[in-house]
């Protein structure tokens, strides 16, 4: 199987089951949403309402229509997942990513049967590898980036993995508390659900992760500052006897 490798949105995007036309209608996918909701071009949207040149209620549909999202995961997560910065500014990173991967599998679903679109430390998939295997992500252990500590095997309907923390881009996630995680691998139905529910846990603490997973719509590993290493049993199962779980 073919892959096709890209950089957008500050990371690179990565396709397996791509056709070269394809590939190019992935890319205006994520070129569309860096447009719109890029903090670092001063012509996006986003960057003209940070700037007050744009009001919100100006903005296009669209862009308030994200921003409602983010505002509703806000309040699903108790707050442990904002779209503002501490200073005010609307950043909706925590959601575009998400939702451009979640357009780019749609385009792959019309053309493939088997597929996996990765960028950042989210992948979301089709089918199966090599038409036969499950698609596999392996989680890292974020004190030892050279050591995998488990294979999370993506099925349907959980077909989304995706991990945050602070290992390789810092401390750059806003907590509203003392650090209790260093990184969270989120399994879900969907990428957004993934990807939102990994940030909140990282900017949480024991409380939210307890919170955010009692209704087993999800299956979490979460590596704690204090070494501890949480899983629910879905995910424990993925994980190596090396991981030394201690909380589930």
């Not at 699903?76 to 500014?89: E, K, L, N, Q």
């Not at 019309?110 to 036969?132: F, I, P």
């Amino acid at each position: 199987m073919t892959v096709a490798t890209f950089e957008t949105m500050g990371t690179v995007v990565s396709l397996r089951g791509a056709a070269p036309e394809t590939v190019a209608a992935v890319r205006a996918v994520f070129a569309g949403y860096d447009r719109r909701y890029s903090l670092y071009d001063p012509a996006s949207v986003l960057s003209r309402i940070a700037a007050g040149s744009l009001r919100l209620a100006d903005a296009p549909e669209q862009v308030r229509d994200v921003y409602a999202l983010a505002l509703d995961w806000r309040e699903r997560t108790g707050g442990a997942f904002t779209p503002h910065r501490p200073d005010g500014v609307i950043d909706l990173s925590g959601v575009v990513k998400a939702l451009a991967i979640r357009d780019a599998g749609a385009v792959l679903d019309t053309v493939a049967a088997d597929w996996m679109v990765s960028a950042g430390g989210d992948v979301l998939v089709r089918g199966h590898h090599r038409g036969a295997q499950a698609w596999s992500v392996g989680v890292v252990d974020p004190a030892r980036r050279d050591r995998v500590v488990g294979i999370v095997r993506l099925d349907a309907p959980r077909r989304a993995v995706a991990t945050s923390g602070t290992a390789e881009r810092g401390d750059h996630i806003w907590r509203r508390t003392v650090p209790t995680f260093v990184q969270a691998t989120v399994v879900a139905d969907d990428i957004v659900t993934a990807d939102v529910l990994a940030t909140a846990v990282v900017a949480g603490d024991e409380e939210d992760l307890r919170r955010l997973t009692s209704d087993g719509g999800v299956d979490v590993v979460a590596f704690g500052a204090d070494g501890r290493v949480w899983a629910t049993p879905g995910a424990a199962e993925s994980l190596s006897d090396t991981a030394q779980v201690t909380e589930r």
